[in-house]
């Protein structure tokens, strides 16, 4: 192993590296981001209504019955 070594590391990683460095805030509103798009509570009993109410459907939607 040479003396002048150095480990390798990515463009897109020290792309992220530097923004991170930059703004140490991104991960907290990325984590906001996704709370206000994923993070939710399901509602089951509305779900299981949701599941209750569809109607089956033939294999075929366009073929006539016959």
């Known amino acids: 192993m040479p ?6 590391t990515s463009d897109v990683t020290s792309f ?3 923004l991170k460095a930059n ?3 991104l ?4 984590r906001q981001g996704r ?12 779900q299981a209504e949701y ?3 569809t109607v089956p459907q033939q294999p075929y ?4 019955k016959g």
């Open 3 to 8: 003396l002048f070594w150095k480990a390798y």
């Open 16 to 18: 992220i590296s530097t």
């Open 23 to 25: 703004k140490p805030t």
């Open 27 to 30: 991960e907290e509103e990325q």
């Open 35 to 46: 709370a206000l798009l994923w993070d939710k509570r399901i509602d089951r009993e509305a």
């Open 51 to 53: 599941q209750d109410g």
């Open 61 to 64: 939607v366009y073929q006539t």
